[in-house]
């Protein structure tokens, strides 16, 4: 009886260290996130678009000012600052951890713990934490490519916009 009475106990004080450590399914996909480097893909991403919203407004701004002709300094500077401020708030949309919340809300919601917990033994496997390396020089790689002809592709739509506008007002 002794011995059944130390199994049980066994058994028990097993079973409740066990949940102890159990990881609630937010924190399981907050760390599945972080083994993947999700949230480093997600905040390159967004400093990658940030850039390139930038670039393709001071762009535009540009052309829009070489095809109106002279425009006198003080108006200049005005359309100059309210640009600026256009910069500013489209910066700030989002945060990376805005994002990356967003994402984990829906991120699994077809997936058991279990499968949770395996997909994270995974990436944090050697062979995982390769894939993640993979995944982070291809996805850079990709950004880039997709930015670069992206901005050619926004340039050519926008100088054919400031044409169409042009033609429109008779100049």
Aim: proline letters at 2%.
């Amino acid at each position: 009886m002794y011995r059944v009475w130390v199994v049980a106990s066994a058994l028990c004080l097993a079973a409740l260290c066990g949940n102890a450590h159990a990881q609630s399914r937010p924190e399981l996909i907050a760390e599945l996130i972080g083994a993947q480097g999700l949230d480093e893909v997600i905040a390159e991403s967004l400093e990658d678009s940030k850039a390139t919203t930038q670039k393709l407004g001071r762009s535009a701004l540009d052309q829009m000012l070489a095809s109106a002709g002279n425009i006198e300094p003080g108006k200049r500077k005005r359309i100059e600052a309210i640009f600026q401020r256009f910069s500013e708030q489209s910066a700030s949309l989002w945060t990376s951890s805005e994002l990356v919340s967003i994402f984990a809300k829906h991120y699994g919601t077809d997936l058991s713990d279990a499968e949770l917990t395996q997909m994270l033994a995974y990436y944090k496997s050697p062979i995982g934490v390769k894939d993640v390396a993979a995944a982070k020089i291809a996805m850079r790689t990709y950004t880039n490519e997709l930015n670069t002809e992206g901005q050619r592709r926004m340039q050519a739509a926008l100088s054919g916009l400031i044409a169409d506008i042009k033609k429109e007002m008779g100049q």
